[in-house]
């Protein structure tokens, strides 16, 4: 158990429709990272959060945004849903925020968008 | 923007060393190379981590050349719960531009009896 959670395990639902998912760091962790994991793309970086504010950005498309939340908490949001986002997105958290340290990953959202 | 590149898989027997590289060419100076296993269902968990010449802990050791375009990550005597995928992890999150981490393409290592 690596500390950091995250809800809904899995998710089905349609295209065109929003869902968001919900992430838990660990105790103390400032840093979130969200990704994506697919068949053919393999685990893509998304996006980062450090103490509620966004720090770097990967391959997130314009349909997908997210948030931290002052609990540190975050929420990835993806809209207008395409069959092509069926995959697993995992958080995952850290305590340091440079270029060194150790990632702690969630056990995943499985979305699948029929 | 590092872009990394693993062999697709690899297959190893029991009790023997197995050592997986990575070739990541444009590695900027202020990345590190950080290695993950992962099993199925499961996310990435951390195994090592390096910016040059070589790291060891407990469970493995990453060696660095000196033009740090490449990587390999060493697992002693592996057992059947090795086998997993091994990704490797190139990137700088303390740059507040927006610097990308880059992951492999995953190598699955099957360890056979």
């Known amino acids: 158990d690596s500390g950091v959670t995250q809800t809904p395990k899995h998710l089905i639902t349609a295209t065109g429709q929003r869902v968001t998912l919900r992430c838990s760091p660990r105790?103390?962790?400032?840093?979130v990272y969200w990704y994506q994991q697919s068949l053919d793309q393999g685990l893509q970086f998304l996006i980062q959060y450090y103490n509620g504010e966004e720090r770097a950005k990967g391959n997130i498309l314009e349909r997908f945004s997210a948030q931290q939340f002052p609990d540190l908490h975050s929420e990835l949001n993806l809209s207008s849903l395409e069959l092509g986002d069926s995959a697993l997105y995992f958080c995952a958290s850290s305590v340091v925020t440079s270029g060194s340290g150790e990632q702690f990953f969630g056990p995943g959202t499985r979305l699948t968008v029929l | 923007l590092a872009k990394t590149t693993q062999p697709i898989s690899m297959d190893s027997y029991e009790g023997q060393e197995v050592n997986i590289t990575c070739s990541h060419n444009n590695i900027a100076t202020n990345d590190y190379i950080t290695w993950y296993q992962q099993f199925p269902s499961q996310g990435p968990r951390f195994i090592i981590q390096?910016?040059?010449t070589k790291v060891t802990n407990e469970v493995a050791s990453l060696f660095i050349p000196a033009d740090r375009k490449s990587s390999t990550l060493s697992l002693p005597r592996v057992s059947l719960s090795d086998t997993a995928v091994y990704y490797c992890?190139?990137?700088?999150?303390?740059?507040?531009?927006?610097?990308?981490?880059?992951f492999g393409t995953g190598t699955r290592l099957l360890v056979s009896p």
């Open positions: 390096g910016y040059k």
């Open positions: 105790s103390g962790d400032l840093s």
């Open positions: 992890l190139v990137g700088d999150m303390g740059n507040t531009g927006f610097q990308k981490l880059v």
